[in-house]
Protein backbone atom coordinates (compact mmCIF):
# COMPACT_ATOMS: atom_id res chain seq x y z
CA UNK A 1 0.00 0.00 0.00
CA UNK A 2 1.59 3.03 -1.11
CA UNK A 3 -1.14 5.35 -0.54
CA UNK A 4 -1.51 8.62 0.68
CA UNK A 5 -4.75 10.84 1.54
CA UNK A 6 -4.87 14.39 1.60
CA UNK A 7 -8.54 16.08 2.75
CA UNK A 8 -9.95 17.95 1.34
CA UNK A 9 -9.64 17.78 -2.46
CA UNK A 10 -11.02 21.09 -3.30
CA UNK A 11 -11.03 23.84 -0.36
CA UNK A 12 -12.06 27.45 -1.15
CA UNK A 13 -11.38 30.03 1.41
CA UNK A 14 -11.57 33.88 2.27
CA UNK A 15 -8.50 36.16 3.16
CA UNK A 16 -9.90 35.89 6.90
CA UNK A 17 -10.83 32.33 7.17
CA UNK A 18 -9.19 29.81 8.90
CA UNK A 19 -8.75 26.12 7.52
CA UNK A 20 -6.46 23.26 7.70
CA UNK A 21 -5.30 20.69 5.14
CA UNK A 22 -4.80 17.05 6.67
CA UNK A 23 -2.43 14.59 5.00
CA UNK A 24 -2.42 10.78 6.14
CA UNK A 25 -0.45 8.11 5.67
CA UNK A 26 -0.46 4.51 6.72
CA UNK A 27 3.83 2.94 5.25
CA UNK A 28 5.11 3.36 8.71
CA UNK A 29 7.34 6.34 6.98
CA UNK A 30 8.80 8.62 9.06
CA UNK A 31 9.25 11.44 6.82
CA UNK A 32 6.45 14.12 5.85
CA UNK A 33 6.64 16.70 3.71
CA UNK A 34 4.22 20.31 2.28
CA UNK A 35 4.84 21.27 -1.10
CA UNK A 36 3.21 24.01 -3.27
CA UNK A 37 2.96 23.66 -6.95
CA UNK A 38 1.62 27.03 -9.04
CA UNK A 39 0.25 26.20 -12.47
CA UNK A 40 2.55 25.38 -14.63
CA UNK A 41 5.67 25.30 -12.38
CA UNK A 42 7.34 22.28 -10.69
CA UNK A 43 6.60 21.75 -6.49
CA UNK A 44 8.43 24.24 -4.29
CA UNK A 45 9.04 22.38 -0.68
CA UNK A 46 7.72 24.24 2.14
CA UNK A 47 7.95 21.95 5.24
CA UNK A 48 9.69 18.68 6.33
CA UNK A 49 9.04 16.12 8.94
CA UNK A 50 11.35 13.62 10.56
CA UNK A 51 9.97 11.75 13.30
CA UNK A 52 7.37 14.05 14.09
CA UNK A 53 9.75 16.84 14.09
CA UNK A 54 10.20 19.70 11.88
CA UNK A 55 13.50 19.35 10.15
CA UNK A 56 13.10 21.76 7.38
CA UNK A 57 11.15 25.40 6.87
CA UNK A 58 12.12 26.74 3.36
CA UNK A 59 11.17 30.19 5.05
CA UNK A 60 7.61 29.80 4.81
CA UNK A 61 5.38 32.77 5.76
CA UNK A 62 3.79 32.77 9.28
CA UNK A 63 0.49 32.07 7.64
CA UNK A 64 1.13 28.55 6.84
CA UNK A 65 1.63 26.25 10.17
CA UNK A 66 2.29 23.05 9.97
CA UNK A 67 1.31 20.58 12.37
CA UNK A 68 2.42 16.46 12.84
CA UNK A 69 0.70 15.21 15.94
CA UNK A 70 1.39 11.53 15.07
CA UNK A 71 3.54 9.78 12.71
CA UNK A 72 1.01 8.88 10.60
CA UNK A 73 -0.62 12.59 9.88
CA UNK A 74 0.42 16.02 9.00
CA UNK A 75 -1.49 18.93 9.05
CA UNK A 76 -1.25 22.25 7.69
CA UNK A 77 -2.89 24.98 9.10
CA UNK A 78 -4.22 27.78 7.65
CA UNK A 79 -4.74 31.23 8.22
CA UNK A 80 -4.91 35.16 6.78
CA UNK A 81 -4.01 33.73 3.65
CA UNK A 82 -3.18 35.64 0.30
CA UNK A 83 -4.97 35.39 -3.49
CA UNK A 84 -1.34 34.50 -4.18
CA UNK A 85 -1.33 31.38 -1.94
CA UNK A 86 -4.19 29.94 -4.10
CA UNK A 87 -2.03 26.88 -5.50
CA UNK A 88 -2.40 22.81 -5.52
CA UNK A 89 -1.00 21.78 -1.76
CA UNK A 90 0.77 18.31 -2.14
CA UNK A 91 1.97 16.18 0.86
CA UNK A 92 4.30 13.22 0.64
CA UNK A 93 6.07 10.87 2.82
CA UNK A 94 8.95 8.89 2.49
CA UNK A 95 11.26 5.89 4.58
CA UNK A 96 14.17 7.46 6.63
CA UNK A 97 16.02 4.39 7.04
CA UNK A 98 16.94 4.68 3.60
CA UNK A 99 19.20 7.06 2.00
CA UNK A 100 17.96 9.11 -0.74
CA UNK A 101 14.50 7.06 -0.80
CA UNK A 102 11.60 8.07 -3.12
CA UNK A 103 8.99 10.02 -1.95
CA UNK A 104 5.09 9.27 -2.08
CA UNK A 105 2.81 12.13 -2.73
CA UNK A 106 -1.52 12.03 -2.29
CA UNK A 107 -3.59 13.56 -4.89
CA UNK A 108 -3.33 17.04 -3.41
CA UNK A 109 -5.87 19.95 -1.84
CA UNK A 110 -6.75 22.72 -4.60
CA UNK A 111 -6.62 25.92 -2.77
CA UNK A 112 -8.31 29.22 -3.84
CA UNK A 113 -8.48 32.37 -1.68
CA UNK A 114 -10.79 34.67 -2.77
CA UNK B 1 21.95 27.60 -9.44
CA UNK B 2 19.78 24.99 -11.24
CA UNK B 3 20.00 21.30 -9.57
CA UNK B 4 18.06 19.77 -12.25
CA UNK B 5 17.51 20.80 -15.60
CA UNK B 6 15.00 19.82 -17.92
CA UNK B 7 15.40 21.20 -21.48
CA UNK B 8 12.20 20.13 -23.02
CA UNK B 9 9.25 21.70 -21.79
CA UNK B 10 6.95 19.59 -24.29
CA UNK B 11 7.46 16.58 -26.44
CA UNK B 12 4.84 14.23 -28.96
CA UNK B 13 5.63 11.15 -29.45
CA UNK B 14 3.01 8.70 -31.17
CA UNK B 15 1.51 5.98 -29.66
CA UNK B 16 3.10 2.46 -29.38
CA UNK B 17 6.33 4.64 -29.90
CA UNK B 18 9.56 5.00 -27.60
CA UNK B 19 10.54 8.56 -26.35
CA UNK B 20 13.37 10.11 -24.46
CA UNK B 21 13.08 12.88 -21.83
CA UNK B 22 15.76 14.52 -20.81
CA UNK B 23 17.30 15.57 -17.47
CA UNK B 24 21.14 16.80 -16.32
CA UNK B 25 21.98 17.43 -12.56
CA UNK B 26 24.41 18.87 -10.56
CA UNK B 27 25.72 17.90 -7.02
CA UNK B 28 29.19 17.56 -5.52
CA UNK B 29 27.55 14.69 -2.96
CA UNK B 30 28.89 10.87 -3.93
CA UNK B 31 25.07 9.63 -2.53
CA UNK B 32 22.70 11.37 -3.67
CA UNK B 33 18.74 9.66 -5.42
CA UNK B 34 17.73 10.28 -8.76
CA UNK B 35 13.67 10.11 -9.39
CA UNK B 36 11.13 10.64 -12.18
CA UNK B 37 7.27 11.67 -11.39
CA UNK B 38 4.26 11.45 -13.62
CA UNK B 39 1.84 14.49 -13.01
CA UNK B 40 -1.58 13.80 -14.97
CA UNK B 41 -4.12 16.97 -15.04
CA UNK B 42 -5.89 15.26 -11.92
CA UNK B 43 -2.37 16.49 -9.96
CA UNK B 44 -1.16 13.69 -8.38
CA UNK B 45 2.55 13.14 -8.20
CA UNK B 46 3.02 9.33 -9.38
CA UNK B 47 6.76 7.59 -8.49
CA UNK B 48 7.73 6.18 -11.59
CA UNK B 49 11.48 4.96 -11.06
CA UNK B 50 14.37 5.50 -8.80
CA UNK B 51 18.23 5.32 -9.47
CA UNK B 52 21.32 5.78 -6.61
CA UNK B 53 24.31 7.23 -7.46
CA UNK B 54 26.20 3.65 -6.78
CA UNK B 55 23.97 1.71 -8.38
CA UNK B 56 25.95 0.08 -11.31
CA UNK B 57 22.52 -0.93 -13.57
CA UNK B 58 20.36 1.45 -15.39
CA UNK B 59 16.76 0.94 -13.32
CA UNK B 60 13.70 -0.04 -14.90
CA UNK B 61 10.14 -0.46 -13.98
CA UNK B 62 8.03 -1.61 -16.92
CA UNK B 63 7.88 0.04 -19.63
CA UNK B 64 10.21 3.07 -18.13
CA UNK B 65 13.57 2.82 -17.55
CA UNK B 66 16.30 4.94 -16.54
CA UNK B 67 19.60 5.53 -19.12
CA UNK B 68 22.50 6.95 -16.24
CA UNK B 69 25.34 8.46 -17.21
CA UNK B 70 26.92 9.55 -14.34
CA UNK B 71 29.94 11.07 -15.66
CA UNK B 72 27.50 13.40 -17.53
CA UNK B 73 25.53 13.97 -14.81
CA UNK B 74 21.81 12.77 -16.53
CA UNK B 75 19.84 10.55 -16.00
CA UNK B 76 16.96 10.27 -18.75
CA UNK B 77 13.56 8.51 -18.83
CA UNK B 78 13.00 6.38 -21.81
CA UNK B 79 9.21 5.22 -22.11
CA UNK B 80 8.86 2.40 -24.44
CA UNK B 81 5.67 1.53 -26.12
CA UNK B 82 3.79 4.42 -24.99
CA UNK B 83 0.13 4.69 -24.77
CA UNK B 84 -2.49 7.77 -24.38
CA UNK B 85 -2.57 7.35 -21.17
CA UNK B 86 0.93 8.59 -20.93
CA UNK B 87 0.25 11.64 -21.69
CA UNK B 88 1.17 14.01 -18.23
CA UNK B 89 3.74 16.61 -16.98
CA UNK B 90 6.96 13.93 -16.15
CA UNK B 91 9.60 15.39 -13.70
CA UNK B 92 13.11 14.46 -12.70
CA UNK B 93 13.78 15.19 -9.44
CA UNK B 94 16.63 14.40 -7.41
CA UNK B 95 17.91 14.19 -3.33
CA UNK B 96 21.22 14.19 -2.00
CA UNK B 97 23.02 14.36 1.33
CA UNK B 98 20.40 12.10 3.36
CA UNK B 99 21.73 12.05 6.97
CA UNK B 100 20.44 9.02 9.10
CA UNK B 101 17.57 10.48 10.74
CA UNK B 102 16.87 13.31 8.74
CA UNK B 103 14.74 13.46 5.88
CA UNK B 104 16.42 15.60 3.10
CA UNK B 105 15.07 17.81 0.17
CA UNK B 106 13.41 16.25 -2.91
CA UNK B 107 14.41 19.19 -5.55
CA UNK B 108 12.38 19.05 -9.09
CA UNK B 109 13.20 19.89 -12.61
CA UNK B 110 10.99 22.11 -14.11
CA UNK B 111 9.14 19.37 -16.27
CA UNK B 112 8.47 17.87 -19.39
CA UNK B 113 4.71 17.85 -20.45
CA UNK B 114 4.60 14.60 -22.84
CA UNK B 115 1.71 13.90 -25.28
CA UNK B 116 0.98 10.83 -26.97
CA UNK B 117 -0.76 11.00 -30.40
CA UNK B 118 -3.11 8.47 -32.15
Known amino acids: DTEVTQTPKHLVMGMTNKKSLKCEQH?????MYWYKQKAKKPPELMFV???????INESVPSRFSPECPNSSLLNLHLHALQPEDSALYLCASSQLDRPNTEAFFGQGTRLTVV | AQKITQTQPGMFVQEKEAVTLDCTYDTSDQSYGLFWYKQPSSGEMIFLIYQGSYDEQNATEGRYSLNFQKARKSANLVISASQLGDSAMYFCAMREGSLTGTASKLTFGTGTRLQVML
Open chain 1, 27 to 31: MGHRA
Open chain 1, 49 to 55: YSYEKLS
